[in-house]
């Protein structure tokens, strides 16, 4: 690496040419082979590496600025359908996250349904219509009645009993 920020600088900015043309790229005796994305990885993260060593200053500010930006453009670029598998936190493209999207299932629907597609969900009691509830206690009134004298006393109709105090 060059002695001053400038020439780190202007490295990198010969690192990006490269990139966009897809040729090879050459720092400290090493070739980096800027098609295969293992090797930009690796030449992007030495030369964040070579930069944490170096004081802060603005032009440092900047090369840090400019080897962010061409991860980014790597996270972007990369087309791997099944990078959210592959790392803890991709960044994914809009077309990306649409299509994750798209491949994703509500949890609710895969907790009702078995692997055949048919509803495992615990039966509803439906809500009995007026008619059906007024029948019901009808019959239910009527059975009390023939069944229980208890009952049967409790509903007959009777006389009032009134109590006068004085």
């Not at 202007?10 to 293992?38: A, P």
């Not at 649409?98 to 615990?122: F, G, T, V």
């Amino acid at each position: 690496m060059g002695d001053t920020m400038s020439e780190m600088i202007d490295y990198i900015q010969h690192m990006e040419h490269c990139l966009k043309k897809g040729q090879s790229f050459e720092w400290e005796n090493k070739i980096y082979d800027l098609k295969q994305r293992q090797h930009r990885i690796a030449c992007i993260k030495e030369w964040i590496e070579q930069c944490e060593v170096l004081p802060p200053n603005k032009k440092k500010e900047q090369a840090l600025e400019k080897l962010a930006d061409l991860i980014l453009h790597e996270e972007l670029c990369d087309m791997n359908a099944h990078k959210v598998r592959q790392e803890e936190y991709p960044i994914m493209s809009t077309w990306q996250i649409k299509l994750r999207q798209k491949r994703e299932y509500n949890i609710k629907l895969a907790d009702e349904m078995n692997l055949d597609m048919q509803s495992c969900q615990p039966p509803v009691r439906r809500k009995r219509t007026a008619w059906e509830e007024w029948s019901r206690e009808k019959g239910e009134h009527e059975r009390l009645l023939s069944f229980n004298p208890a009952y049967k006393l409790f509903v007959q109709h009777s006389q009032v009993k009134v109590n006068v105090v004085k």
